[in-house]
Structures are given as C-alpha cells and as structure tokens.
C-alpha cells in the first residue's frame, strides 16, 4: 500500500516510532536495527513499509525499515509458514542480516531460536529449512569476526580454534578439523574457508 513513508520524527519508543507525514501521524513498528539508524523526535525521517492487513483479526500495522535490505529480509521470513510480522521482527532486532545469512546457510537454528523471544527450535527449524535455498553461496567475505564466530577458547592452534568455532556452529569435530584442514591464516579466515568447504557439501 505504502512504498515508503517520509516526515518528522513526532514519537519513537522502543518498539515503534509515529512519523507525522502531511499532518498525519503514522505509527509504523520497527526493529531496534532501524530505530537505532532513525533519529530522534524532531527529526526527519523515511522508512519503506510493509502494510499488514488481516481482515478476519482485524489488523492493520505498519512496518518501517531503515533500508531496502531490512525489508526484503523481512518479506522472506514472514513468508515461511506460520512465522508472524511480529517474531519477525523480534528476529531483526537481535540478529543481523548478514548473520542470519549465515545461520540460514549453516543451519543453525539453534542461534536464531536463541536470540527470537517467542520463535522455539521448531520454528527456527523451519525457517532455515524454507528459506536454505535462498542463502545458497551466500558471501561470507563481508561477515565479521563477531557474526562468523561465538566465544570459543581452547586448541594448541588457530586452526584448532577455527574448528572449534565450527563446532560451535553446529558442525561435528570431524567435519569441522577436515574443513579447516588445509586452510592458512588468521583463525576468521580460515572459519570462512571451513565455511565455504562445508557449504560446498
């Protein structure tokens, strides 16, 4: 209904922001990513949107996001089965684009359940599973250290830790050391090599 949604910041809280377009005041949900980007109240702002109109619930909400990118992350997840607008957006405001990517292409549910009030394993579960065709390839060049890997310490080598944080992805320790068995250089390079190793099947 609305591509996007552009004026002076009237209110923000911590789980929507009202943007006053042409006098109107338009309450639009967003994720804390976004409302982190905006400004605050008096300034001026513009959001692409996603209406949600539910007739037999008798629903219609507003999403805004800061970028093209956010949105169509948002589209793809809200079209797996059963998954809401509303754990949608939980989902964006505890994990990043890039990170999800990754979890998607790395099947670790188990992350994205972790960090999504209200999703469970299941539904992580089948998220990864509707959408692993979407992030086949993914580039994991422009992912940081912090998204490759979580806190991992231990192994007489970095290639030791660079397994390890395989591990802890979700990978077992054999399909992780042979990943990593011929890869050279820092311990996040060479998780992106396992990473790419293991994509690759």
Same mark, same amino acid.
Request: some cysteine; overall charge negative; glycine content about 10%.
């Given at each position: +209904?609305?591509?996007?949604?552009?004026?002076?910041?009237?209110?923000?809280?911590?789980?929507?922001?009202?943007?006053?377009?042409?006098?109107?005041? =338009?309450?639009?949900?967003?994720?804390?990513?976004?409302?982190?980007?905006?400004?605050?109240?008096?300034?001026?702002?513009?959001?692409?949107?996603?209406?949600? @109109?539910?007739?037999? *619930?008798?629903?219609? %909400?507003?999403?805004? @996001?800061? %970028? $093209?990118?956010? $949105?169509?992350?948002?589209? +793809? /997840? /809200?079209?797996?089965?059963?998954?809401?607008?509303?754990?949608?957006?939980? $989902? $964006?405001?505890?994990?990043?684009?890039?990170?999800?990517?990754?979890?998607? *292409?790395?099947?670790? =549910?188990?992350? /994205?359940?972790?960090?999504?009030?209200?999703?469970?394993?299941?539904? *992580?579960?089948?998220? #990864?599973?509707?959408?692993?065709?979407? @992030?086949?390839?993914?580039?994991? %060049?422009?992912?940081?250290?912090?998204?490759?890997?979580?806190? =991992?310490?231990?192994?007489?080598?970095?290639?030791?830790?660079?397994?390890?944080?395989? +591990? #802890?992805?979700?990978?077992?320790?054999?399909? *992780?050391?042979?990943?990593?068995?011929?890869?050279?250089?820092?311990?996040?390079? +060479?998780?992106?090599?396992?990473?790419?190793?293991?994509?690759?099947?």
């Amino acid at each position: +209904m609305f591509y996007y949604i552009k004026g002076e910041i009237a209110l923000k809280t911590d789980s929507f922001v009202v943007i006053d377009a042409g006098g109107v005041g =338009y309450r639009l949900y967003a994720s804390t990513a976004t409302l982190e980007k905006i400004g605050a109240s008096g300034e001026f702002a513009k959001l692409y949107t996603y209406s949600n @109109f539910k007739s037999s *619930a008798d629903i219609f %909400d507003i999403y805004g @996001f800061a %970028d $093209l990118e956010e $949105l169509s992350l948002f589209e +793809m /997840i /809200i079209g797996v089965s059963r998954v809401g607008a509303k754990t949608a957006i939980a $989902l $964006l405001s505890n994990i990043s684009p890039s990170k999800f990517a990754l979890c998607v *292409a790395t099947n670790d =549910y188990k992350y /994205i359940a972790s960090k999504t009030p209200g999703l469970g394993a299941k539904g *992580a579960e089948r998220i #990864v599973l509707e959408l692993k065709d979407k @992030f086949k390839g993914v580039d994991l %060049d422009g992912i940081s250290t912090e998204e490759v890997t979580e806190v =991992y310490h231990g192994g007489s080598s970095d290639r030791d830790e660079a397994a390890g944080a395989l +591990m #802890v992805l979700g990978y077992s320790a054999q399909e *992780a050391k042979r990943a990593v068995a011929s890869a050279n250089g820092t311990v996040e390079e +060479m998780v992106k090599i396992g990473l790419k190793n293991l994509m690759k099947g």
